[in-house]
């Protein structure tokens, strides 16, 4: 061989074991910030750290982005994710914890912020992981795989966590690599992390679940006995019957509210939960019920309707069963009827009210409140809704005691009033809001 020809054969093997670069890039991420402030930094931390304020809340704990450790691979153990391993958490979620899908998101928002986890990790301008070889198309299940993966998950000692039937009742006091105690993962309920495919699976058993006690088994176990332990773990799904929800709607509301962690975000009735979002106690004392139902069909739809809350509200996958019984929930805390509020009929406001109330918006609440185009507030300036949508979301009748003293109803209230304004000012404040509000809804149906 000439020299010449052998030192194209090493730069091409050198070509070879060049990784590439990450497909995203330190512009996306900053692109990313945003959207990950508003929805990701409730539970991560601004920073990543995972001590967001929902945090302490939240069972089992959110990710510590900083410390570069994943779960969810098609990686060997130990090493970082894929990029694409990240995309498809974003957009699945996580079943059996409180991190919903972001499939809502845009597919260029759910890049940009997976380019600022990367970055949060000091991922981003590392080379792109190699994930493990693809298995190929698996073997079909049968008896004989099903008892094979019985055997081995045995052997393997899995039920010390899991426990003998997968129930995730084993012995093992588990814990994370925070030192914190952690559950098993109960197979029987079939929500598994990665998903519950059975390639999902394969997966988990081949790299483990860095940052978890979970281990890999890729050196123990040949690809057949990997898919024999996939095929029995899925046979242990069982089908429970359906139950509805309780016909007390405190106890079905505590019930979604449970499974969906929203006391990470928001006060329950009890008195206890995260302020990440309105108290629900608050909530239900002043929201149309009938709102509440429209706008847990699509929160992100509805934009910030607090411009000064950092977050966000996701969509969940609630059912019409669940979203009914949350808002039978929050009605039954705010001491009102399930029923849809009753609006004023603004053709009784005399026109010097409306004139006096128009006055005192643009004088006094436009410092902090906008009211559409009519009366437009700056965004930095902005401290509450924009009024414009308030009609048929926040009682009538109940605005009037809450903008003659907030702190009454909320003492962590932003709300300031000043000591000048009069019943009548408030009363022609009220008038002439929900006036210039409902005349909005009707050309904008749906607010």
């Not at 058993?205 to 006690?213: E, L, Q, V």
Request: overall charge neutral.
């Amino acid at each position: 061989m000439t020299r010449c020809g052998a030192m194209l054969m090493l730069a091409a093997s050198a070509a070879v074991v060049v990784a590439a670069d990450r497909p995203l890039t330190m512009l996306d991420a900053t692109g990313g910030k945003p959207t990950y402030v508003q929805y990701c930094s409730s539970c991560h931390g601004e920073r990543g750290d995972g001590t967001g304020p929902a945090a302490e809340f939240l069972d089992p704990r959110p990710r510590d982005f900083t410390k570069g450790r994943f779960k969810l691979r098609t990686t060997a153990t130990g090493q970082p994710p894929t990029t694409d391993d990240l995309l498809r958490t974003v957009e699945r979620g996580i079943p059996g914890t409180a991190m919903p899908s972001f499939a809502f998101l845009t597919p260029e928002e759910r890049r940009k912020v997976t380019a600022h986890v990367l970055r949060l990790a000091d991922l981003l301008e590392e080379p792109e992981p190699t994930p493990i070889p693809a298995p190929g198309p698996p073997p079909a299940t049968s008896a004989e795989t099903i008892a094979q993966g019985k055997q081995l998950y045995e052997d393997a000692g899995c039920g010390s966590c899991h426990g003998p039937a997968g129930k995730g009742d084993g012995t093992e006091q588990m814990k994370d690599s925070e030192g914190r105690p952690i559950k098993a993962r109960d197979f029987t309920t079939g929500a598994f992390g990665g998903g519950s495919e059975r390639i999902d699976l394969y997966y988990r058993f081949t790299t483990g679940m860095d940052g978890s006690p979970m281990p890999g088994y890729g050196d123990s176990l040949d690809v057949p006995q990997r898919w024999a332990l996939v095929d029995y773990v899925l046979s242990l799904r069982t089908t429970p019957p359906a139950t509805p929800l309780p016909e007390d709607p405190i106890a079905a509301g505590r019930q979604v509210a449970a499974k969906y962690s929203c006391r990470g975000c928001h006060v329950l009735d009890d008195g206890k939960g995260g302020e990440v979002g309105l108290d629900f106690r608050l909530a239900g004392q002043k929201l149309d019920p009938m709102w509440v139902r429209k706008y847990l069909h699509g929160p992100h739809a509805y934009g910030k309707i607090y411009p000064w809350r950092l977050h966000r509200m996701p969509q969940l996958p609630l059912s019409e069963g669940e979203i009914d019984a949350v808002a039978r929930y929050l009605a039954a805390i705010g001491k009102r009827p399930d029923a849809a509020v009753k609006l004023p009929d603004p053709a009784t406001f005399p026109a010097a009210k409306l004139e006096a109330g128009k006055n005192t918006v643009v004088l006094t609440c436009a410092q902090c409140h906008a009211l559409g185009k009519l009366v437009q507030t700056p965004l930095a300036s902005q401290q509450g809704p924009d009024l414009i949508r308030v009609a048929g979301r926040v009682d009538y009748e109940w605005a009037k005691g809450w903008i003659t003293d907030p702190r009454k109803y909320d003492p962590k209230t932003k709300m300031l009033v000043p000591t000048a304004l009069s019943p009548d000012d408030v009363e022609n404040v009220r008038m002439f809001v929900w006036k210039t509000s409902m005349e909005a809804n009707a050309e904008k149906p749906g607010g």
